[in-house]
């Protein structure tokens, strides 16, 4: 009986890693159409200062034209791949894009965040083509930043470094996205150039309570102590809002202000600058 029941088991486990090396075939092939129609587009999710309710900023975050499949999903089968590589490129250039586009229609400058893979390092003339882009639409590196993850560690320390640093050097700031996800060791918050560490949602979901707010009070004041920006990432409830501002938070991201936006509708939070919870 335990003998079937185990064989069985084993068949099934063999059929959903088939489906799976199917799917994941599928949507590399997916990813190469993409690429190829050029339709990859970004939605824009605004990040909004926790004393003013003005916002500073978005973050742009990838979508697959014609197909629902979820950026976790799809990014993670482009890393296994050289296609993250190109996608980190169309995703470089639409924001680029996109800031002249509202530069160019008069609207107040603000930063457009995008997200760098730490397989990007890959790329080597990634920097070459960045600088290249950005003169090509006349645009200043200080209206772009760069949200890397700590895996980006894991790749060769010196090479990324520089990388940093020369990013950097063309004005553009470094945020550090997924924060208390990894191995969050704080030592290497004292020699990678970042400007501002993201607040991870599952650390805003797990500590934000009125019962245990110090371990967000504690990382919020180490950023701080390192003259780093903090903003908290998917805020949904208007405690967790609350508490933030209480805990000196600077920016917040998450539904309860907006989900990620067309570039229209984002045009239109432009017009009105400001997001009120309460
Ligand atoms: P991320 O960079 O940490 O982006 C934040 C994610 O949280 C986004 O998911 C955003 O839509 C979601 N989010 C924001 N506020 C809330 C909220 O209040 N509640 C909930 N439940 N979710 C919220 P999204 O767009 O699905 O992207 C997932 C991840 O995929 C991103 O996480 C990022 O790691 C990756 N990704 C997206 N676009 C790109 C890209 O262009 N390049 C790379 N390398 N990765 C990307
Ligand atoms: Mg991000
Ligand atoms: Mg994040
Ligand atoms: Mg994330």
Not at 77 to 101: F, H, N, P, Y
Request: hydrophobic content about 40%.
């Amino acid at each position: 009986h335990v003998k079937r029941n185990g064989k069985n088991n084993y068949m099934f486990y063999n059929q959903e890693m088939q489906k799976e090396l199917r799917n994941k075939a599928e949507i590399e092939g997916i990813l190469r159409k993409s690429l190829q129609d050029d339709s990859i587009y970004l939605l824009y999710q605004p990040q909004v200062n926790v004393k003013t309710g003005e916002v500073e900023g978005f973050e742009a975050l990838a979508r697959l034209k014609d197909h629902a499949i979820p950026p976790n999903v799809f990014i993670q089968i482009a890393e296994e791949s050289d296609l993250i590589c190109q996608i980190g490129r169309a995703v470089t250039i639409k924001a680029i894009q996109q800031l002249a586009s509202w530069r160019d229609k008069g609207y107040p400058r603000k930063p457009i965040s995008i997200n760098f893979s730490s397989k990007q390092m890959r790329d080597k003339d990634y920097l070459v083509f960045l600088v290249q882009t950005l003169k090509e639409y006349n645009l200043d590196g200080r209206y772009l930043e760069i949200e890397i993850t700590e895996s980006i560690l894991l790749e060769e320390t010196a090479l990324t470094l520089e990388f940093l640093e020369q990013v950097k050097s063309l004005g553009i700031s470094i945020a550090l996205d997924d924060f208390g996800t990894g191995f969050s060791s704080i030592n290497y918050l004292t020699y990678i150039p970042v400007d501002k560490v993201k607040l991870d949602k599952s650390l805003c979901d797990k500590f934000l309570n009125s019962d245990n707010t110090r371990v967000i009070d504690s990382i919020i004041a180490l950023a701080h102590g390192l003259n780093l920006v903090i903003t908290a990432e998917g805020i949904e409830e208007p405690w967790q809002y609350a508490q933030l501002k209480a805990s000196g938070c600077d920016t917040i991201q998450g539904y309860l202000f907006s989900k990620p936006l067309e570039a229209d509708s984002a045009e239109e939070i432009y017009d009105k600058n400001f997001l009120q919870v309460d």
